[in-house]
């Protein structure tokens, strides 16, 4: 991944983070796309996961620019999301990419489709790593 495009990512998550109801809206959006999703958070404390979110997020950016801290982080959640963890099946990171698109596509104010598409790019590494593809 380019720089640029790296930056231009950067730039965007941070244009989200400050847009109100940017991981609210992810985490509506993600659990509505299907009820089996919504069950894997019935126990789950939503405004801690929000935050930890965002810092796994701002990790998986990171990771696509292959920063050492953020390769070690990404390792943990390889671990924690795996099938002898919390078991997370492989389809529903679709749903988690098409989500998150869809909630910076509303949330930052100067997307285009070069960031969107860099986006992309960006969590589909995140997503390779963390599921084990
Ligand atoms: C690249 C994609 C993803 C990232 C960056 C991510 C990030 C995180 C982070 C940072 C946590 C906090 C706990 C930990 O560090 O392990 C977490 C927990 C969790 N994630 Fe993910 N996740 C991703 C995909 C998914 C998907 C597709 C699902 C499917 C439902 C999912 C379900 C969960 C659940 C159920 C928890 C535990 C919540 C609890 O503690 O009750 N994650 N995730």
Redesign the pocket.
Known sequence: MSEQSYERVQQSYGRCIISNGFFDDFYKK?MDSNSE?KK??E???MTQ?KK??R???S??IQFSSDSSIAKNKMK??RK??AADA?D?PKW??Q??LNSLLETVRSHDKSIDTITLKDWKVV?QK??AQ??GE
């Open positions: 993600f999703i894997m958070f126990n789950t404390d996961q930890l979110v810092h796994g997020l990790f998986v943990d959640l924690s999301h919390m997370i529903m990171y749903n988690w969590l995140g997503i963390i599921s």
